[in-house]
């Protein structure tokens, strides 16, 4: 299941093909793509060689697994470009090591690691020109497996593609680096212990969407999820994980299957020890977060994820309570941990960690 090739075939695009570089000021998230992916086709029990060509829409058969059943599967990462003009990754490996996960999950056809390695890296290195540079800007890698045999049986396919594409991006929220507002889900639930949480599949999010969209209704921007069993422990956004400060610890919940083991998350634990801060992985009960609230013990809240990088959050809503965090204003911590974490991701600070992947250019 897992012999693939190494060789990668490039084809470049035609010079008239070629599109013109966004401005670093003028970046959204995720709505532009570079001129090259990778494609790499699993059919007959194995990988086929990879292939980087011009960005292109799929031909796909209408009966094609994923269109019926979601087996889907995608990761996201980042390529920076250093104040040396080097372009490094951050922490790459968490990534293969969660898409090889998700896959085995989601019974699809794992990629060894060291391919997914290889595949994100040589197409970096070819549209490293697309990498910008302003602070808060990146190159955002969407890696992905799509099932795409054509039959209507609910079975795993037999092929997949694998592919992976790039887009110069600016912050994951509108709001930028500035506190966003977030409503508890007291009804819909992202995810049970025993389902597909902790693996990155696509239905996890179509299934946000509904709670999603009422608390966009109600101006929040993201949904805080509580466990599926007992309706009372905080467990993530969706597109982060989530910490709160409370009596000067770091709280986050603990990976108990229903979580998405996020890298920004894992990086926390690791970095906020170092700078002084307590950590605890702990189950948090909602009605425990609205108390520390009430007494002004929860003094911080924040988002951690590769996208939305780290997220202070200033407004929480559990049914009719609204809590409003350090006035709606970026915390200490919150502030400290983005500057370090950023700093180590764009090279403008040291790397105690090995964290950052310099790729060949
Ligand atoms: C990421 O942080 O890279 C993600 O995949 C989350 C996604 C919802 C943007």
Same mark, same amino acid.
């Given at each position: 299941?897992?012999?693939? &090739?190494?060789?990668?075939?490039?084809?470049? $695009?035609?010079?008239?093909?070629?599109?013109?570089?966004?401005?670093?000021?003028?970046? =959204?998230?995720?709505?532009?793509? @570079?001129?090259?992916?990778?494609?790499?086709?699993?059919?007959?029990?194995?990988?086929?060689? =990879?292939?980087?060509?011009?960005?292109?829409?799929?031909?796909?058969?209408?009966?094609?697994?994923? %269109?019926? +059943?979601?087996?889907?599967? %995608?990761?996201?990462?980042?390529? +920076?470009?250093? $104040?040396?003009?080097?372009?490094?990754?951050?922490? $790459?490996?968490?990534?293969?090591?969660?898409?090889?996960? &998700? *896959?085995?999950?989601?019974?699809?056809?794992?990629?060894?690691?060291?391919?997914?390695?290889?595949?994100?890296?040589?197409?970096?290195?070819?549209?490293?020109?697309?990498?910008?540079?302003?602070?808060?800007?990146?190159?955002?890698?969407? $890696?992905?497996?799509?099932?795409?045999?054509?039959?209507?049986?609910?079975?795993?396919?037999?092929?997949?593609?694998?592919?992976? #594409?790039?887009?110069?991006? &600016?912050?994951?929220?509108?709001?930028?680096?500035?506190?966003?507002?977030?409503?508890?889900?007291?009804?819909?639930?992202? *995810?049970?212990?025993?389902?597909?949480?902790?693996?990155?599949?696509?239905?996890?999010?179509?299934?946000?969407?509904?709670?999603?969209?009422? *608390?966009?209704?109600?101006?929040?921007?993201?949904?805080?999820?509580?466990?599926?069993?007992?309706?009372? +422990?905080?467990?993530?956004?969706?597109?982060?994980?989530? *910490?709160?400060?409370?009596?000067?610890?770091?709280?986050?919940?603990?990976?108990?299957?229903?979580?998405?083991?996020?890298?920004?998350?894992?990086? #926390?634990?690791?970095?906020?020890?170092?700078?002084?801060?307590?950590?605890?992985?702990?189950?948090?009960?909602?009605?425990? #977060?609205?108390?520390?609230?009430?007494?002004?013990?929860?003094?911080?809240?924040? =988002?951690? =994820? @590769?996208?939305?990088?780290?997220?202070?959050?200033?407004?929480?809503?559990?049914?009719?309570?609204?809590?409003?965090?350090?006035?709606?204003?970026?915390?200490?911590? @919150?502030?400290?941990?983005?500057?370090?974490?950023?700093? #180590?991701?764009?090279?403008?600070?040291?790397?105690?960690?090995?964290?950052?992947?310099?790729?060949?250019?």
């Amino acid at each position: 299941m897992e012999s693939i &090739s190494s060789d990668i075939i490039v084809e470049n $695009p035609p010079q008239e093909m070629m599109k013109t570089k966004p401005n670093d000021d003028e970046l =959204g998230f995720g709505t532009e793509f @570079t001129d090259r992916m990778f494609l790499q086709e699993f059919k007959g029990g194995q990988w086929q060689t =990879g292939r980087i060509m011009p960005f292109q829409n799929f031909s796909l058969s209408p009966a094609a697994l994923v %269109f019926h +059943y979601g087996q889907a599967i %995608f990761e996201g990462l980042k390529a +920076y470009k250093h $104040p040396d003009g080097s372009v490094a990754l951050f922490r $790459p490996e968490k990534n293969a090591q969660r898409f090889h996960r &998700s *896959a085995k999950r989601m019974m699809m056809a794992p990629v060894p690691e060291e391919f997914f390695l290889e595949s994100v890296e040589k197409l970096v290195a070819l549209e490293h020109e697309w990498i910008p540079r302003k602070l808060g800007t990146s190159l955002y890698i969407r $890696p992905t497996m799509i099932a795409t045999q054509a039959v209507l049986g609910v079975k795993p396919s037999e092929e997949y593609y694998y592919f992976i #594409i790039l887009s110069p991006s &600016s912050a994951y929220f509108k709001e930028g680096f500035s506190p966003v507002k977030i409503m508890v889900s007291d009804k819909y639930v992202r *995810a049970a212990v025993g389902g597909v949480g902790d693996a990155k599949t696509a239905g996890n999010y179509a299934a946000s969407l509904y709670a999603g969209y009422l *608390a966009k209704k109600e101006g929040y921007s993201q949904v805080l999820w509580l466990d599926a069993k007992e309706n009372r +422990y905080v467990e993530e956004v969706g597109a982060m994980n989530i *910490a709160f400060v409370m009596d000067d610890i770091i709280y986050t919940p603990p990976l108990r299957g229903s979580i998405l083991p996020g890298v920004t998350r894992d990086s #926390i634990l690791k970095l906020a020890p170092d700078l002084g801060y307590k950590v605890k992985e702990e189950a948090l009960a909602i009605d425990v #977060i609205e108390e520390a609230a009430k007494s002004g013990n929860l003094t911080e809240v924040f =988002g951690m =994820g @590769t996208a939305a990088v780290i997220a202070p959050v200033g407004e929480l809503k559990y049914k009719d309570d609204v809590m409003v965090i350090n006035n709606g204003e970026i915390g200490k911590i @919150t502030k400290d941990l983005y500057d370090n974490l950023t700093g #180590i991701q764009y090279g403008t600070r040291d790397d105690p960690y090995g964290w950052v992947k310099k790729i060949q250019i």
